[in-house]
């Protein structure tokens, strides 16, 4: 079973739920590597896995260009 099948599983049919457990308890994480990156204006970012976006929502409140790849969940 590849990757595409389990994340669309986990990610597709309640995503709003995942959404709103993981990024509480995940903020922290997200916290501290943007202030070991030293994220700074025009500092570009690739996020691959991004999810709902969270973390690159907060590289680009600290001037980050974002590039965002998600897993596409066929229906």
Request: aromatic share 8%.
């Amino acid at each position: 079973m590849g990757s595409q099948k389990i994340q669309g599983e986990l990610w597709g049919k309640r995503s709003k739920d995942w959404a709103s457990v993981q990024e509480a308890t995940g903020i922290a994480g997200y916290e501290y590597v943007l202030q070991y990156l030293n994220i700074e204006p025009g500092n570009t970012l690739l996020d691959i896995g991004c999810g709902s976006g969270i973390f690159s929502n907060l590289a680009s409140q600290k001037g980050a260009e974002i590039t965002c790849i998600n897993a596409r969940v066929k229906k």
